[in-house]
């Protein structure tokens, strides 16, 4: 009767005992964005799928500077467009994208996709089909932000951007 005890006490010792937690893989929310990039183009550019999420970054800068030029009263519109009216800020508009072109050309690189395709493998189905969604609505969100961008600056007959 006491080996059966002291055998039971075990088992239930082992089934409360703390199991390993298992981290899920940390991928970025942009790791997640180049991972599908790269792994979606059939026969394109997979090489160059740091450049998608450059744009994808730089999109949402235009928009940011959209809305700024818009909630600007017309006197200061008015200032500032007289200020650059010779050269447009279009230049300065460009500087943001020169900037993200060369910090992603230099972090999402073949050996990122490697790494990040190993986390992916690693993951259940359910799991990648989650953030694969999420790159899709992201990307939809992403042409919609630009859209926006567009109209926005268009508000101003693209007074600000070309001299």
Not at 28 to 49: M, V
Not at 64 to 73: E, H, M, R, S, Y
Not at 97 to 115: P, T
Request: hydrophobic share 40%; charged share 25%; with cysteine.
């Amino acid at each position: 009767m006491e080996k059966r005890r002291h055998k039971y006490n075990q088992e239930r010792k082992e089934a409360y005992k703390q199991k390993p937690f298992i981290k899920p893989p940390r991928i970025s929310f942009w790791d997640n964005i180049f991972y599908w990039s790269w792994y979606s183009t059939k026969h394109g550019l997979p090489h160059r799928t740091f450049a998608t999420v450059t744009v994808m970054q730089y999109v949402y800068v235009v928009l940011f500077t959209a809305v700024i030029l818009n909630c600007l009263d017309s006197q200061t519109a008015w200032h500032l467009y007289i200020l650059h009216k010779s050269k447009g800020i279009l230049g300065y508009i460009l500087v943001p994208f020169v900037i993200l072109i060369l910090v992603n050309g230099r972090i999402y690189k073949e050996s990122r996709y490697e790494r990040l395709k190993a986390e992916f493998d690693r993951m259940e189905n359910s799991e990648k089909k989650r953030r694969r969604t999420i790159f899709w609505i992201f990307t939809g969100i992403t042409l919609l932000a630009g859209y926006a961008a567009y109209r926005l600056f268009c508000r101003f007959n693209m007074q600000f951007l070309l001299p």
